[in-house]
Structure formats: structure tokens, C-alpha cells
């Protein structure tokens, strides 16, 4: 588990020593797929990273339409609000694969943050990346239409976790219909007509339950420009 911890992107540069602090005061739980990690409005009092599995963070609205911000994979954090607030969760997490977390409650790490500052700034930039993150999702739903909105998805995916070969892109993870469908945020149908206006452009192919993005730097250059929203 140290060597994960090494890996999350909040303990990057954190010494070993304070690094085996934490692990001293955290646990494992096993969740399995489509299990419920913790819903939208609980009581949040503890952290979570990724030891396997894949986790899915979204929200639901009154008319059961879904949201993903996104997919955590090994090695990611989540749920590390509740470190500095006691306030309500903002989202749901949800393990997509069997998978297994490591969990770290706040009155324990808020020991180790108080003595280290640059675990402090660790987690202000982690967060400050986040929030940056989210105004580009929001900018993306008011700003484009479907097609802009499905190729910045892919191209997001591609920088965050894709197999580059020259200008072409695999998207490791197996993406369904309806996950990516949540992640852009629409439903199945104009995300299918989406995919088939790419695909007919000969900017992505399926490969099972992958997608492969043929070109980039072009699908890129798509996005470059924000048009109006209209599904």
C-alpha cells in the first residue's frame, strides 16, 4: 500500500515516514461493481483512493438523469472534501468494477496536515485543479453542441488515460454507451449520433468496448472553438 500512496497525486512528495503514518490509520474495504461507495448528501467524514477497481463519481437529479465528472481509476483520490469541511457529500460514488479502497478518516489525517504544510498545498493545488476542471465541464455543456461536447470527452480521456501510437489514441478503460453518455452528459441516442458522425469522419473506431481516437491533434482542433449548445 505504500507504493500506492506513492503513486496518489495528493502524497506526491510527502516523506515515507509521514506516508507510513497515514497507512497506520487507514483500512481496505472491498466494494462490488455497481455497489454504492457513498450517496450524494451523506455525512462526509473520510477520504478514499483507488487501490483497484474503478469508481465512477456522479450526481443524480430529481428526474433521474445522471452526471459524470468521472471515472477513478487506481491510484486516484476521492471524496477528500470531507478533510476540510463537515458539510454534505456534493456527489455520489459508485464502483463500476469489483474493487477495493483504501479509506482514511478526517480526524486522523487532519493530525498529519497540521504538521505538514506541504501536504497542505498538495491538497489546495489538487483541489484548485478539480475546480478548474469542473468550470471547463460547465463551460462545455453551456457552450457547445453534442458533437463539441463528445470530442472534448474523448480528447479529455485520451490525455488523461490513453495508449498514444504517433497521432492515434486508445482509450484504456472500456467505455459502455451509457457511461459515456454520462460523462458528456446527454442520453444514449445523440451521443450514438454523435459517435457515428466521428466515426463516418474517420476520427475514432471502435475496438470492442474500446475506442480508438485516429487523430488527435485534429479531433483537437475541433474543439478549439466553443459553438452554441443544441441537442
Given at each position: 500500500m505504500?507504493?500506492?500512496?506513492r503513486?496518489?497525486?495528493i502524497?506526491?512528495g510527502?516523506?515515507?515516514?509521514k506516508?507510513?503514518?497515514v497507512l497506520?490509520?487507514?483500512?481496505?474495504?472491498?466494494f462490488?461493481?455497481g455497489?454504492?461507495?457513498?450517496?450524494?448528501?451523506?455525512l462526509?467524514?473520510?477520504?478514499?483512493?483507488?487501490?483497484s477497481?474503478?469508481?465512477r463519481?456522479?450526481v443524480s437529479?430529481?428526474?433521474?438523469?445522471?452526471?459524470?465528472?468521472a471515472y477513478?481509476?487506481?491510484?486516484?483520490?476521492?471524496?477528500?472534501?470531507?478533510?476540510?469541511d463537515?458539510?454534505?457529500?456534493?456527489?455520489?460514488?459508485?464502483?463500476?468494477?469489483?474493487?477495493?479502497?483504501?479509506?482514511i478518516?478526517k480526524?486522523?489525517f487532519?493530525?498529519v496536515l497540521?504538521?505538514?504544510p506541504?501536504l497542505?498545498?498538495?491538497?489546495l493545488?489538487?483541489?484548485?485543479e478539480?475546480?478548474?476542471?469542473?468550470?471547463e465541464?460547465?463551460?462545455?455543456?453551456?457552450?457547445?453542441?453534442?458533437?463539441?461536447?463528445v470530442?472534448?470527452?474523448?480528447?479529455?480521456l485520451?490525455r488523461?488515460?490513453g495508449q498514444?501510437?504517433?497521432?492515434?489514441v486508445?482509450?484504456?478503460d472500456?467505455?459502455?454507451?451509457?457511461?459515456?453518455?454520462d460523462?458528456?452528459?446527454?442520453?444514449?441516442?445523440?451521443l450514438?449520433?454523435?459517435?457515428?458522425?466521428?466515426r463516418?469522419?474517420?476520427?475514432?473506431?471502435?475496438?470492442?468496448?474500446?475506442?480508438?481516437?485516429?487523430?488527435m491533434?485534429?479531433?483537437?482542433s475541433?474543439?478549439?472553438?466553443?459553438?452554441?449548445a443544441?441537442?
Amino acid at each position: 500500500m505504500l507504493a500506492l500512496l506513492r503513486r496518489c497525486p495528493i502524497f506526491r512528495g510527502v516523506p515515507e515516514k509521514k506516508l507510513k503514518k497515514v497507512l497506520a490509520f487507514s483500512r481496505t474495504a472491498d466494494f462490488r461493481a455497481g455497489t454504492p461507495i457513498f450517496n450524494q448528501r451523506d455525512l462526509a467524514n473520510q477520504m478514499f483512493i483507488v487501490a483497484s477497481g474503478r469508481v465512477r463519481i456522479f450526481v443524480s437529479s430529481a428526474s433521474k438523469k445522471r452526471k459524470t465528472f468521472a471515472y477513478m481509476g487506481e491510484g486516484a483520490f476521492f471524496g477528500e472534501m470531507a478533510l476540510l469541511d463537515s458539510k454534505v457529500r456534493s456527489a455520489s460514488a459508485e464502483a463500476v468494477e469489483d474493487c477495493r479502497v483504501v479509506i482514511i478518516h478526517k480526524k486522523d489525517f487532519k493530525r498529519v496536515l497540521l504538521k505538514d504544510p506541504n501536504l497542505c498545498f498538495q491538497i489546495l493545488r489538487t483541489l484548485c485543479e478539480r475546480l478548474r476542471n469542473m468550470d471547463e465541464q460547465i463551460e462545455n455543456l453551456l457552450f457547445r453542441n453534442i458533437l463539441g461536447r463528445v470530442t472534448k470527452t474523448l480528447c479529455d480521456l485520451g490525455r488523461q488515460n490513453g495508449q498514444r501510437k504517433g497521432v492515434s489514441v486508445l482509450l484504456k478503460d472500456p467505455l459502455s454507451r451509457q457511461e459515456l453518455a454520462d460523462l458528456v452528459g446527454t442520453t444514449r441516442e445523440p451521443l450514438s449520433r454523435a459517435l457515428g458522425s466521428l466515426r463516418r469522419a474517420q476520427l475514432i473506431a471502435f475496438q470492442g468496448e474500446h475506442i480508438l481516437l485516429r487523430d488527435m491533434p485534429r479531433m483537437e482542433s475541433l474543439i478549439g472553438a466553443a459553438v452554441p449548445a443544441a441537442e
